[in-house]
């Protein structure tokens, strides 16, 4: 039936003449490898200075990724200020740094640049257009590319966007293709928002694991044990060989050879640091 509907004269793919009967929630839209299929579209809103997931969700394929972008940034903004008013119960308050928004270019809007702006929020998004007519926008509209643009080029905007693809990058791989999100079997919006919930909250599980305990993945707890076998048991051999004088088996024991592979105990990555001053950002 798709071989034949190909030649259809005047066929649209279309939600307009397209709905799913048993997932009317579903939307036309292009799939990860390029196929055209009725899907969703996740969405994780990341601390940049830590990697948790502030906010999940799986919104409707045919909205547009600036629909709501300033609405869904104060949420954000909210849950972090409310998580340093609990974490700073007591002690007193330290002045923090400016709050920046990252994104990648499928987030640039105009308007939405503005209204984040004007909420104290500096946006480090790239403009998909580079022959942008400026002339034609208001003194508002001028302002916000114009800082948009200072702060993708400095220092600080170059870092935050590599760190954006570090962060939010490995937060989908985790969740869609680690997790098995990408090809669901769940219907409706409703059913899949609540299972993207629970496995981006298992993900912040992970990550506090690791900040806590050096292991946040079981690979990496059978990786850590393996390590402390294969390392009692070259204790064990030193120890007998110096009880029983076999000084021969001790440069044998100490070899390079009998140390554990690097690329099977790579010990986990202590760059995880205290959330402070909050940068946030939206999906890749």
């Known amino acids: 039936m798709r071989r034949f509907d190909k030649q259809r004269p005047g066929r649209k793919t279309s939600n307009q003449e397209w709905v799913n009967p048993n997932d009317p929630d579903a939307k036309v839209s292009k799939a990860k490898d390029g196929a055209t299929d009725m899907l969703y579209k996740p969405e994780n809103i990341v601390d940049l200075d830590t990697g948790v997931i502030l906010n999940a969700e799986v919104r409707k394929a045919d909205e547009a990724d600036t629909q709501g972008l300033a609405e869904r940034t104060i949420g954000a903004l909210e849950l972090v200020e409310a998580i340093r008013e609990e974490a700073s119960a007591g002690q007193e308050p330290v002045p923090g740094a400016t709050e920046t928004l990252t994104a990648d270019k499928g987030y640039y809007c105009v308007e939405e640049l503005e209204a984040i702006q004007h909420g104290g929020v500096a946006t480090i998004i790239s403009d998909p257009l580079s022959n942008r007519r400026v002339d034609k926008l208001d003194s508002g509209g001028q302002a916000a590319v114009g800082n948009a643009l200072l702060w993708v080029k400095s220092s600080e905007g170059k870092q935050l966007l590599r760190r954006r693809g570090m962060h939010i990058e490995r937060s989908f791989a985790h969740i869609l293709d680690s997790g098995g999100m990408r090809r669901a079997t769940l219907r409706g919006q409703v059913n899949l928002d609540k299972r993207y919930k629970i496995a981006a909250a298992t ?15 079981p690979k990496q707890a059978a990786a850590s044990v393996l390590r402390r076998l294969f390392e009692l048991f070259l204790a064990c051999m030193e120890e007998l060989s110096v009880f029983f004088g076999l000084s021969v088996l001790l440069p044998v024991i100490q070899s390079p050879f009998l140390s554990p592979p690097a690329h099977l105990f790579r010990p986990a990555p202590s760059n995880h640091r205290r959330l402070k001053s909050g940068p946030i950002s939206t999906r890749c």
């Open 203 to 217: 993900y912040n599980l992970s990550q506090l694991m690791r900040h806590h305990f050096g292991i946040g993945t």
